[in-house]
């Protein structure tokens, strides 16, 4: 499971004063607010730092949205010490840093390069047939009739590949003075009452 925690001086400030006041629920306003933000910037492409992601290659569409399993699988939990937002996603983490991804059982991974291929198993395609060239190799099939037949590749065979990150945990330095502000304003009233 990936998980965000606020650990610096704002975690150490509550800490040091949780003891004296029930901050469950200032934890779950922030918890709350943190994944908000998270579902936010997969809407927006955005990372915590405001950078865009990468955009996706051949196919439309915004990056990591083309299912929602993963921007639908953040949570939030929080304790009287702790604000978390995290996913139990097994892909998480390979999207939010990067990283490289390899052939396991199969001989290569089959990567679709083509708007009909994407979402789908080259299996599918019954007449598709294999094209090596010396730099790739590509699943592709027949289209057209006669003069204008042609070839539509719609796969590309790949030892590995590189995904690039397309980081969506995280928190930027707005968030942690939000955050502050939000804890200092609690505890105010609370030490009023």
């Known amino acids: 499971m990936i998980e965000l925690k606020i650990e610096n001086d704002l975690a150490l400030y509550i800490n040091k004063v949780a003891g004296k006041v029930n901050t469950k629920e200032l934890m779950e306003e922030i918890a709350n607010d943190m994944q908000a933000r998270v579902q936010s910037r997969f809407r927006m492409s955005i990372g915590p730092d405001g950078h865009r992601w990468f955009p996706i290659g051949i196919r439309k569409g915004k990056p990591l949205m083309d299912t929602g ?10 304790t009287m010490t702790k604000a978390i937002v995290g996913t139990n996603n097994r892909y998480a983490r390979l999207h939010n840093y990067g990283g490289v991804i390899r052939a396991k059982s199969a001989g290569a991974l089959t990567i679709p390069i083509s708007p009909k291929s994407y979402g789908k198993s080259a299996r599918r395609f019954r007449s598709a047939f294999l094209v090596r060239t010396p730099g790739a190799t590509f699943i592709a099939r027949e289209v057209g009739r006669g003069k204008k037949r042609q070839l539509e590749f719609l796969y590309v065979l790949k030892q590995s590949a590189k995904i690039k990150a397309r980081p969506f945990l995280g928190i930027n330095t707005a968030m942690q003075e939000r955050y502050r502000r ?7 009233k609370a030490w009023k009452k």
């Not at 399993?69 to 929080?78: E, F, K, P, V």
């Not at 939000?182 to 105010?188: C, S």
Request: aromatic residues 12%.
């Open 69 to 78: 399993l993963l921007s639908n699988s953040i949570t939030s939990r929080a």
């Open 182 to 188: 939000i804890a200092e304003e609690f505890y105010r």
